[in-house]
T-cell receptor, first 115, second 115 residues
Framework: GENVEQHPSTLSVQEGDSAVIKCTYS??????FPWYKQELGKRPQLIID?????GEKKDQRIAVTLNKTAKHFSLHITETQPEDSAVYFC??????????????FGRGTQLTVWP | EAQVTQNPRYLITVTGKKLTVTCSQN?????MSWYRQDPGLGLRQIYY???????DKGDVPEGYKVSRKEKRNFPLILESPSPNQTSLYFC??????????????FGNGTRLTVT
């Protein structure tokens, strides 16, 4: 099955700086890549996603980029704020194959934004 | 309010004592799934269900059972819990089988401790 690796496992930045979290995947057939944010003691929630026919997607301060050739995708957060502090999970899915609908998660990145 | 409801939120039990964690969604979602979250290991899928009476193993199914007799309910059963099943468990659902444009809605989580 798919293997998703996520780096770094922890990331500390100063408020206002940018944060970048990177993920790689193994199955070239994967075509959908969501990112989930989990605040302390809360449930994970989708914050942004991208399909394989798009190279970049942006939503206010967050953006996701995808490099299909290299099989990696990244989450970029600009102008970080303390409320961005959370665990972020990347995931990959192949919605057209035998593993239809299965989401494979990375191990998560604990982002801490210092005021 | 649209939601995924898990019960109980916290559970402490002893080795070998059968237990059930309930999960119910009120959004008429097709797909339901169970994950366990452990430090450093991220979210790992235990079982999933694409429809009523259709269930399949995820990545870590050993020691668990599920059933999907009705669309809204997807209980997780531990027939003989062991300490290595101490974890944070999340139930999740989404509108359709395909991941794309159908985000996972997570429950609040069940923290299980097996002594």
């Amino acid at each position: 099955g798919e293997n998703v690796e996520q780096h770094p496992s922890t990331l500390s930045v100063q408020e206002g700086d940018s944060a970048v979290i990177k993920c790689t995947y193994s199955d070239s057939a994967s075509n959908y890549f969501p990112w989930y944010k989990q605040e302390l003691g809360k449930r994970p929630q989708l914050i942004i996603d991208i399909r394989s026919n798009v190279g970049e997607k942006k939503d206010q301060r967050i953006a996701v980029t995808l490099n299909k050739t290299a099989k990696h995708f990244s989450l970029h957060i600009t102008e970080t704020q303390p409320e961005d502090s959370a665990v972020y999970f990347c995931a990959a899915s192949n919605d057209g194959g035998s593993t239809l609908g299965r989401l494979y998660f990375g191990r998560g990145t604990q982002l801490t934004v210092w005021p | 309010e649209a939601q995924v409801t898990q019960n109980p939120r916290y559970l402490i039990t002893v080795t070998g004592k059968k237990l059930t964690v309930t999960c119910s969604q009120n959004m008429n979602h097709e797909y339901m799934s169970w994950y366990r979250q452990d430090p450093g290991l991220g979210l790992r899928q235990i079982y999933y269900s694409m429809n009523v009476e259709v269930t399949d193993k995820g990545d870590v199914p050993e020691g668990y059972k599920v059933s999907r007799k009705e669309k809204r309910n997807f209980p997780l059963i531990l027939e003989s819990p062991s300490p290595n099943q101490t974890s944070l468990y999340f139930c999740a659902s989404r509108r359709q089988i395909s991941s794309y444009n159908s985000p996972l809605h997570f429950g609040n989580g069940t923290r299980l401790t097996v002594t």
